[in-house]
């Protein structure tokens, strides 16, 4: 997350004083919690490091971690945007095993026939090829290319109509190629649990509400805020029925506060 930063209120119309993330969090079934975060600075910072600095240490941290204990990473999936599809933080997930499923950006080039291609220059040697359904107002096609460092990799390429009747597209690339592009498209989609996690924390665990000034202060601040999250998590695991983040929210608030 960056230290300080101006954000654009919306809805006041005004700019507020918050924080913007590197955040890598855990998905398994309804579970959802951060893994880990890290305090990003600015540039002019002497601990300054890039974002995808940042994603690529800490997965070269969690593949030693779970070395030592004997776990394996070879059944997790890596998802990322576009933003993080470079090769330190893809070598750095293959290095540890992972299953890739990302965005490639549009400066990635791929083997594909006798040419190297982009993601956006296969789209236009394909689009008169017969699509495959894939789910309402979605077509996909399925190419296997070759990337000079990721190595034989699948793009499948999804064509999506608009309500205005606009056609778009995009790539998304996996480098497990018994994958099929259903899974790859419904494994990639589980990325909007991210926005919802900060949706989460934002409105039930006040995340970014705190005024401070000084690194240490913020740092302690998220760790608290996590572990809070993370609490939430378990607590909606071991409850006899399914409820929502912002119910065992409040169930917890009752038990801490009214007892």
């Known amino acids: ?22 955040l890598m969090i855990v998905s398994s079934g309804d579970m959802i919690f951060p893994l880990s975060f890290v305090l990003w600075l600015p540039e002019g910072h002497p601990g300054y490091r890039s974002k995808n600095d940042i994603a690529r240490d800490e997965l070269i941290k969690l593949k030693s971690e779970c070395d030592k204990k004997g776990f394996g990473l070879g059944e997790t999936e890596f998802l990322s945007d576009s933003a993080y599809c470079v090769q330190k933080v893809i070598k750095a997930a293959q290095n540890a095993g992972l299953r890739i499923i990302t965005k490639p950006a549009n400066t990635h080039k791929f083997e594909f026939g006798n040419e190297k291609l982009t993601p956006k220059e296969i789209i236009g040697k394909i689009t008169g090829l ?3 359904y894939l789910c309402p107002r979605h077509c996909y096609q399925r190419v296997r290319v070759r990337h000079h460092v990721y190595g034989s990799v699948v793009l499948t390429i999804r064509r999506r ?48 509400k705190s005024r401070f000034g000084k690194i240490a202060s913020v740092r302690s601040a998220l ?6 999250g993370l609490i939430v998590t378990l607590f909606r695991r071991r409850f006899f029925r399914k409820i929502s983040f912002r119910h065992a929210v409040r169930l917890i608030s009752r038990e801490l506060f009214e007892t």
């Open 223 to 228: 760790s608290c805020v996590a572990i809070a």
């Open 1 to 22: 997350m960056e230290f300080i930063h101006k954000l654009y209120d919306h809805s006041k119309k005004r700019y507020i004083m918050g924080y913007n993330y590197v």
């Open 130 to 132: 017969q699509w495959k």
């Open 161 to 208: 109509r608009l309500k205005n009747g606009k056609i778009i597209y995009d790539a998304l690339m996996c480098d497990k190629i018994f994958y099929n592009s259903v899974r790859i498209h419904k494994s990639y989609k589980k990325r909007w649990e991210i926005e919802m996690c900060f949706k989460y924390y934002k409105q039930y665990l006040l995340l970014g």
